[in-house]
């Protein structure tokens, strides 16, 4: 039974099968993003240090997103290659590709762990932080770092268990670990009156939970494959292939961070604490409105990589019409959203009025090109899913290191602090336009080959 299921990848009814897939995945990432959205939500209503504090943690985001990008290296790197090899029948091959996986997470955690828990006082100056944030930062991530190798497991094995089909215990491993950390939030940092460290300890054990989860599910007979010791030895051949395909979820997810510095950097020189705490704030309604995207698209891509192992083509293009479309609808909507309500979303996460006034007006100016960023996630998806590497990095490079960064340096000389806001909606704009004309392009000939 368990393992004709990736079978049904390739003959289940389109509309069923996505609808299957993609509701765990949607949930699954929402779910994902609570923990650091609920940490900043706790946070920013503590008394008096509330908007500090909240401040300080979105000084912490890109280490936290960097860390999440290594486990996007060798998770999403590596699960369209095991869903391919699958499609063509080859089992041994896709539990070789996820041996080897584990080792490169395993390996990202230690040194991750080491280098930010040496450096990480002068890192966080660099990345934004202010005399009045840094013990905040520090206290945060002095904690959250041992937590590192948890959070590598977690992130990046739970790929292969959505790339076999089994969308549902994918979901549940990060549910588990979700409800978890809203549980502990409050405890650890209003019961037990620990602040911004009982914020990073509710988390760190929440994803502890759930890479127990995900590794007793992938060791077990419930899983199509496996994480066998045998497969675990490094096959430099493989290393390559993963970290080939992996090099575009990393960058987009790292250069996510490299954003966010340059952003903090800029607000902090033009603005102040105030207009960084602002950005904190944006970026965690951005995580709300692209995640769920992002859960669609990942939860059919098995869909594409298989079909498109198996050369059917047909199947391919219907997903991605149904992807793009969905996409298209919430990322509309939400723009909407933010263009009419953003006092709310700015309540969200503070008390402090100042806080709430400046987000009420810098986040329809933010938001004014998220409408057609559905574009840009569901070819960049397509793109993953049929093993394009060189690509999807060309295309993660394009919207945020070729255009928001240059822009976001650029345009504060001639607009002072709101050229920073503006950045965003310029590049969400050229990027999504420039990735829609380059699949229409080359979509003719990845599926035509029958031709």
Known sequence: MEES????????PLGKLIFQLALPGILA??????????????????????????????????????VSAFSAFAGMGGAPLAAIQLGKGDKAKAEKILGNATTLLITCAIILTIVFGIFKEPILYAFGASPETIGFAMDYLNIYLVGTIAVQLALGLNTYISCQGNAKTAMLSVL???????????????????????????????????AIWVVRFL????????????????????????????VSPFVMQSTEALVTIVLNIGLQEYGGDLYVGSLTILQSVMQL??????????????????????????????????VLITDLVVTVVSCLLTQF???????????????????KEVMPVFFAGIWIFGVQMACQSAFMGMGQAKVS?????????????PLALILPKHFGVMGIYYAEPVADIVAAVTTGVVFLILSKK??????
């Not at 098995?302 to 047909?314: H, K």
């Not at 006092?343 to 100042?354: K, N, Q, S, V």
């Not at 990845?446 to 031709?451: A, D, F, G, R």
Request: net charge positive; charged share 15%.
């Open 341 to 359: 309500i953003p006092g709310f979303f700015g309540a969200l996460f503070t008390d402090e009025a100042a806080l709430i006034e400046l987000v």
């Open 393 to 405: 990095l060309f295309l993660a490079l394009l919207r945020k290191v070729i255009l928001l960064i």
């Open 289 to 322: 409105i692209i995640i769920p995207v992002n859960g669609m698209t990942q939860g059919v891509q098995p869909v594409i990589s298989y079909n498109f192992g198996a050369e059917n083509f047909d199947r391919v293009k219907k997903t991605f019409k149904i």
């Open 219 to 246: 060791v077990s007979k419930k899983s199509v494959i496996r994480i066998k010791l045998a497969n675990m030895k490094p096959d430099w051949k493989i290393v390559g292939m993963v970290c080939a395909l992996g």
């Open 446 to 451: 990845l599926l035509n080959k029958q031709e």
């Open 5 to 12: 299921r990736e079978k049904l990848l390739g003959t289940a």
């Open 176 to 210: 588990i670990g979700a409800v978890l950390n809203i549980i502990l939030d409050p405890i650890f940092i209003f019961a037990l009156d620990m602040g911004v460290k009982g914020a990073a300890l509710a988390t760190i054990i929440s994803q502890a939970v759930s």
């Open 29 to 66: 990432q929402l779910i994902n993003v609570l923990y650091n959205i609920i940490d900043r939500m706790y946070i920013g209503h503590m008394e008096e240090v509330g908007a500090t504090a909240l401040t300080a943690l979105g000084v912490c985001m890109p280490i936290l997103v960097l």
